[in-house]
């Protein structure tokens, strides 16, 4: 279904406990925890899970929620969207179209940004190349 497509086992692995929990699992990090929630760098943010890129710092912005925020993925085929019915509400979750690994969840609340869109990501979920140049998409 995906172009990367791991065993259970493989991703166990490749990925530390807590990656696991999130990309996995659909697990989320303490809000204000994450690693990458005040990088401020030129680069490009990948999936941690297969390399896959996702979003650019040009589109990432604070949005005071406790998590990495972006207005758009880097490419429109980045990532896919999933109808969450999870805890009791209704969300719309982000997966990486590479591997269908779980990144965070998307909400149309942010007016202050060109597409009115917070894409919401777990740190935990991406990796950052400083000063990486995009390879394709938008």
């Known amino acids: 279904m995906y172009e990367v497509s791991k065993s259970e086992e493989q991703w166990r692995s490749e990925l530390s406990a807590e990656e ?8 989320t990090e303490r809000a204000g925890t994450g690693e990458l929630l005040h990088e401020n760098r030129v680069g490009v943010y990948r999936c941690r899970a297969c390399g896959n890129e996702l979003f650019r710092s040009t589109t ?28 009791g509400m209704v969300r ?9 690994s779980h990144l965070g ?13 917070r894409y919401c990501m777990n740190s ?4 950052f190349d ?3 140049e995009p390879t394709g998409g938008a």
């Open 60 to 87: 990432k912005f604070d949005s005071h929620c406790g998590w990495p925020s972006f207005y758009a993925p880097e490419d429109s085929d980045a990532v896919e969207t999933i109808e969450d019915r999870s805890l």
């Open 20 to 27: 696991f929990a999130v990309l996995r699992e659909a697990g």
């Open 124 to 127: 935990v979920s991406l990796s």
């Open 105 to 117: 969840h998307v909400f149309a609340d942010a007016p202050q940004t060109p597409t009115g869109d």
């Open 130 to 132: 400083e000063g990486a």
């Open 92 to 100: 719309t979750e982000v997966r990486c179209a590479k591997c269908g």
